[in-house]
């Protein structure tokens, strides 16, 4: 009896690492994208406007959950809130096609059609 118990626990504990390491992982992945170093490697280390945009994103994102979470649920101030998270994104964006189009130059055919099929994907 106490050995079929034994066997269970074990069987037990066995399962739930494994369950808790694939979620991890997983979350890991999800955070960090499947593309995103080999993107970052090809665009090459951020400059301080990216750096800069990246803290206003951050910001913008943080104001965004703050009117969420505001009691009681003011509309227009989340609306607001969504509108700066909104241009700042697309800021974002701006800068960073900028510096694709920097970098693109530097890469080889190679290196820009997996950065395409990557990050670009589609029919072609």
Do not use: C
Not at 13 to 41: D, K, Q
Request: proline content about 6%.
């Amino acid at each position: 009896m106490i050995k079929r118990l034994s066997w269970a626990l074990a069987l037990s504990i066995g399962l739930n690492l494994f369950l808790v390491g694939f979620g991890v992982a997983r979350s890991w992945r999800a955070h960090n994208g499947p593309h995103r170093p080999a993107l970052m490697h090809m665009l090459g280390p951020p400059t301080p406007a990216l750096r800069a945009q990246h803290e206003e994103l951050m910001a913008a994102r943080k104001r965004v959950g703050e009117a969420l979470e505001h009691e009681p649920y003011d509309r227009a101030r989340a609306e607001h809130a969504l509108e700066a998270l909104r241009a700042s994104a697309a800021r974002g964006q701006e800068l960073l096609h900028q510096r694709l189009l920097e970098r693109a130059g530097q890469l080889s055919p190679a290196q820009r059609r997996k950065l395409a099929d990557q990050r670009f994907p589609g029919d072609r």
